[in-house]
């Protein structure tokens, strides 16, 4: 069991060495799509959010679900995306000197005209090749996984891009993109931090504290460290002269965060990460 006054020398320590680390590059994870072949990711930003708020990753119009050896199931209904419509106009030009007329075609925007399209959870057919990636991880073997069922918290595999993974208190779920344990220490740390009383409505403070703590607990569990990456999270999230002041803060979420693990878990031992 780990104790207050040694969760507080091992933080006290490693706060030390991230104030007085130069900030680091955010070191790269392997996501399980990074090279998937998504259309959706050439859309329009307000596109993708229309899929995003509809709950999905992949959304494609049903003859591209057709070309990639999928169906869409009968009953499913469509969400709607805008694509521009492009017309041609001729313009005629004369030239001054010469006084001869030229035509031109040009093309311009006319408005935007309503695109059906399917989630790919709404379809049914052959598997795609993120998918397969997707479903053979198996984050049960994460340490820790037992905490997250302990919360009522769902933890699945998911095409993300623009994070590594997010946590849902609405949906007390737990989506990751990659399977780097760290990101499932955060996204942990997180259902933890919404579970607890005192939880703060400062986004900032809660991204701190949530990836302060999972580099926490890599330490605790002799797992390769991210104190790098973690430096440069928090300064991304605070302002480089706003760490100092705010760590105080943070360790003090992370310390509640950690008294709440340590008394749902039977150890806190080395451990061997998933294949």
């Known amino acids: 069991m780990v104790t207050t006054e040694n969760a507080r020398k091992v933080l006290d320590n490693l706060v030390e060495r991230l104030d007085s680390e130069v900030i680091a ?7 399980f799509a990074r090279e998937a072949d998504i259309p959706m990711r050439k859309w329009s930003m307000l596109n993708q959010l229309t899929a995003y708020f509809s ?5 494609r119009g049903f ?7 999928r169906h869409v199931t009968k009953g499913s209904r469509a969400l709607y995306i805008l694509v521009p419509m492009i017309r041609i106009k001729t313009a005629t030009t004369a030239e001054a000197q ?16 309503a695109m059906p399209v399917f989630r790919v959870e709404d379809t049914e057919g052959e598997p795609l090749v993120y998918q397969s990636e997707l479903d053979a991880f198996d984050p049960s073997r994460f340490p820790l996984f037992d ?17 590594y993974g997010w946590y849902s208190n609405d949906q007390k779920l737990i989506a990751l993109g990659t399977d780097d344990v760290t990101t499932f220490f955060h996204e942990l740390s997180h259902a933890v931090d919404s579970h607890l009383p005192g939880t703060s409505d400062d986004t900032a403070l809660r991204e701190c504290a949530a990836e302060l703590s999972s580099c926490f607990l890599c330490h605790l569990y002799r797992l390769p460290p991210h ?6 999270y928090l300064e991304n999230f605070s302002g480089k002269g706003h760490v100092a002041f705010s760590i105080a803060r943070v360790v003090e979420r992370v ?10 878990t039977a150890t806190l031992a080395p451990c061997e990460l998933p294949a």
């Open 98 to 113: 010469t006084q001869e007329t030229e035509e031109q075609e040009r093309e311009y925007l006319a408005g935007f005209r």
């Open 255 to 264: 310390l509640a965060i950690s008294q709440f693990i340590a008394a749902h």
């Open 55 to 59: 709950g999905t990753s992949d959304a």
């Open 227 to 232: 104190d790098g990456h973690t430096k440069a």
């Open 147 to 163: 905490i997250a069922k302990t919360l009522g918290v769902t933890v699945t595999t998911a095409v993300t891009e623009s994070c």
């Open 25 to 31: 590059c955010f070191v790269e994870k392997r996501l």
């Open 63 to 69: 003859r591209q679900w057709q070309a990639v050896g």
